[in-house]
């Protein structure tokens, strides 16, 4: 049974760091992608980043970039995400993902054959 658990979620000032991980298991970590959406209320689900399977390629949306850092560990088959300099707007619920190969098209939600429950990102004073 596939599974992928988000953990590191919380509450953080502006300006503050904060770092989520996704554990992984029911499935051969080390041959998919990984990524994370987040969802703000009242807002469509969007792409945040991803890395391929050997985690030599990186994308971000250009929200983020240059505020967060996806990396992953396949001999632990965990992935983290590490977020500075956040800001209110970074409020959402952070999904980790997974599919077979990096997807074409890794912006699209609808591309990604597993998903976590989700952490709870809060920026706020």
Known sequence: ?????????????????????????????????????????????????????????TYYADSVTGRITISRDNAKNTMSLFMNSLKPEDTAVYYCVADYILPDHYTDSGQYHYWGQGTQVTVSS
């Open 1 to 57: 049974q596939v599974q992928l658990v988000e953990s590191g979620g919380g509450l953080v000032q502006p300006g503050g760091s904060l770092r989520l991980s996704c554990a992984a298991s029911g499935f051969t970590f080390s041959d998919y992608a990984m990524g994370w959406f987040r969802q703000a209320p009242g807002k469509e689900r969007e792409f945040v980043s991803v890395v391929d399977w050997s985690g030599d390629y």
